[in-house]
């Protein structure tokens, strides 16, 4: 079992910056890859940043240049630094992992860019 848990969302203005963090526990490994999705309302969800083990980072293409996904292993934790946000950020931010083929989700962090 695996249980994430986000936090450090909140309400910004576009262009200005936000750090989420997700508190992975249970039977996680520093080898696992840790994503972060958004959803929108009315839209899908969508991927926004993975990192491997590794460290090797993936980014969408709407947010390549301004998100900065990083980890922790020793805290377990990884982080998803936003700058330069657009109102078109505002979605519920979910972090993600995959362990033993079942996907783990957090309960999502709610972020907000007014304009």
């Known amino acids: 079992q695996v249980q994430l848990v986000e936090s450090g969302g909140g309400l910004v203005q576009a262009g200005g910056t936000l750090r989420l963090s997700c508190a992975a526990s249970g039977s996680i490994f520093s080898s696992n890859t840790m994503g972060w999705y958004r959803q929108a309302p009315g839209n899908q969800r969508e991927f926004v940043a993975k990192?491997?083990?590794?460290?090797?980072?993936i980014y969408a293409d709407s947010v390549k240049g301004r998100f900065t996904i990083s980890r922790d292993n020793a805290k377990n934790t990884v982080y998803l630094q936003m700058n330069s946000l657009k109102t078109e950020d505002t979605a519920v931010y979910y972090c993600?992992?995959?362990?033993?083929?079942?996907?783990?989700w957090g309960q999502g962090a709610q972020v907000a860019v007014s304009s």
């Open positions: 990192i491997t083990g590794g460290g090797w980072p």
């Open positions: 993600n992992t995959v362990l033993a083929f079942r996907e783990y």
